[in-house]
């Protein structure tokens, strides 16, 4: 038996997303930030965890990923690698690590690569990051390239709605992805774009891609784990889908906790030394 609670699956590499995808093995991935939730996730056989900056939403509250730093990602990233065993695990290069050139970029990546182990790393944009993606593939650094509602970018577009609707910027996407591809990529994340267009792109491109809000002709899908485990709330977007009400588990295991401590039925005789 392979997958869940097994230790008989093989370590999951950027090879391993090329030939998924030529034989038409559907790639699973989600986000996680810790040691315990990585854990968790890895046991139960996803197939890569994103440790995205969506840490700054998730983690720390904030609005947008803007705020996220490379010292608060190597410090996510760390927690996660070292619970991971089977899973290909991408780091997210936060808002700021590779925009001022292609030399920053590179150098950032060598950072995050050294000082967490992680496999590879994921950077949003199309034709104007090749030149840092290109320099960070040739220094032996993976890259997951990321189009479409790109976050670190919300203020341009000024919403999160869906992108590339319109004939023109489908056309600007689907090059973009030729170019990512052409660069070196494993992979490009297609986020929150018409589901066509993402069925396009994953037949034009070698790599593999990943959709969120995308359809389901991407190659595999991602989520972020918070979400799909119903533990957010007051976020619903159309392409979320919950397979838990943790919310509601933990509110209540927690609101039990503080009954039995305010009635003193917590500890007993027996849970006391």
């Given at each position: ?107 950032n990546a060598i950072r995050i690569m050294k000082e967490t182990g992680v496999d590879a790393v994921k950077i949003e944009g199309g034709e104007a ?97 918070t979400d799909m485990l119903g533990m957010t709330q007051g976020f619903r977007p159309k392409f979320l889908r919950t397979y838990a009400d943790l ?27």
């Open positions: 038996m392979t997958g869940y609670l097994s230790d008989e699956r093989k370590k999951i590499t950027t090879r391993t997303f090329f030939e998924m995808k030529q034989r038409g093995e559907r790639i699973s991935m989600l986000t996680s930030y810790d040691y315990t939730m990585a854990g968790i996730v890895d046991s139960a056989g996803v197939d890569c965890i994103l440790v995205g900056d969506s840490a700054a939403n998730v983690m720390a509250g904030h609005a947008t990923t803007l705020p996220q730093t490379v010292d608060e990602m190597i410090y996510h990233a760390r927690a996660v690698k070292r619970a991971v065993r089977h899973a290909l695990v991408i780091c997210d290069m936060p808002f700021g690590s590779y925009q001022v050139s292609w030399e920053d970029g590179l150098r990051v090749v030149p840092v993606i290109e320099g960070i593939i040739r220094a032996g650094i993976p890259v997951m390239g990321h189009l479409g509602l790109t976050p670190q970018s919300i203020h341009r577009f000024g919403g999160y709605g869906v992108r590339a609707k319109d004939e023109e910027e489908a056309r600007r996407l689907l090059a973009d992805a030729q170019a990512l591809d052409a660069a070196g990529c494993f992979g490009i994340t297609l986020e929150k774009v018409p589901a066509t267009l993402a069925a396009t792109v994953t037949q034009r491109v070698s790599c593999a891609t990943i959709g969120i809000g995308a359809g389901s002709e991407t190659d595999g899908q991602v989520l972020v784990v919310h509601t588990v933990v509110t209540d295991a927690v609101a039990r906790y503080v009954a039995d401590v305010k009635q003193s039925a917590f500890p007993t005789a027996d849970e006391s030394y």
